[in-house]
């Protein structure tokens, strides 16, 4: 069974291959959440390990031979091609690996709204700079991006392979829920732009394979991870 290992208490960057896993039906271990209130030392302690091919940070990925795989979007690749979760052509691989990463970049620039100038600090001690980096993504970031992936889906159809959902697709319907829940005034504004990445959106919470997901006490709300919600960073 696989080990998946992410920071527990928050859906973060984790929620990527979680979702996948999850449409998937493949078999894995939630491995800091089962470990309950340890689960912050029990992560930490597995990073640790000495290993010739650790990862620079969660979420990462262990088969059950061992291999250990790091980066959302490399995760995701590796699932897409062992259970079909991508088409599995060159192009076609290549290409939802380029949309994964495009959300991998989104998803990094929405985290930078709140903490612009250092990871490690407080949001309330960079509050000036996020308030300018929020402007800037709601006005110009949000749009190009998803206005991307909004030209994507006219080209091609429901589904950003065109044919049948891929792990992107997952993606996509979680980076506009973290969105959503962080900027619900600038979403407001925009859905009305972008009908086909709403549909999507529509159409991945409405897939059989990940009801019983979605409707479980495994998925966890937004909170203070990534996304989060502070009013003074939102805005029409
Ligand atoms: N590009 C990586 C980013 C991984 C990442 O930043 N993980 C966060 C949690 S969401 C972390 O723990 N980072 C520690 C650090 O950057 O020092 C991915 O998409 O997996």
Same mark, same amino acid.
């Given at each position: 069974m696989y080990e998946l290992w992410y920071w527990p208490g928050i859906p973060g960057r984790g929620e990527l291959p979680r979702l996948a896993l999850e449409a998937g039906k493949i078999p894995y271990r939630d491995m800091a959440r089962e470990a309950g209130e340890d689960g912050y030392k029990a992560l930490s302690k597995n990073m640790g390990q000495?290993?010739?091919?650790?990862?620079? %940070? @969660?979420p990462y990925l262990i088969t059950e031979e061992g291999l250990v795989i790091g980066q959302a979007a490399n995760i995701l690749l590796y699932l897409g091609e062992e259970y079909g979760l %991508? @088409?599995?052509?060159s192009a076609g691989r290549l290409w939802i690996n380029q949309c994964q990463l495009t959300i991998a970049d989104m998803v990094s620039e929405a985290h930078d709204t709140h903490h612009p100038v250092a990871?490690?600090?407080?949001?309330e001690d960079q509050q000036p700079e996020a308030k300018r980096r929020a402007e800037d993504f709601r006005a110009h970031r949000i749009p190009k991006y998803l206005g991307w992936f909004e030209r994507i889906l006219a080209e091609r159809g429901d589904w950003l392979s065109g044919e049948a959902w891929s792990y992107a697709d997952l993606s996509l319907f979680h980076l506009v829920e973290g969105l959503t829940f962080a900027f619900p005034r600038r979403m407001a504004t925009i859905f009305g732009d972008l009908p086909k990445v709403m549909k999507l959106h529509g159409a991945v919470a409405a897939l059989p394979e990940l009801q019983d997901y979605l409707t479980s006490d495994r998925r966890l709300p937004f909170s203070d991870g990534i996304f989060r919600h502070y009013p003074e960073l939102d805005g029409p």
């Open positions: 000495a290993r010739d091919d650790p990862p620079f %940070a @969660p %991508a @088409p599995l052509d990871i490690g600090a407080y949001y």
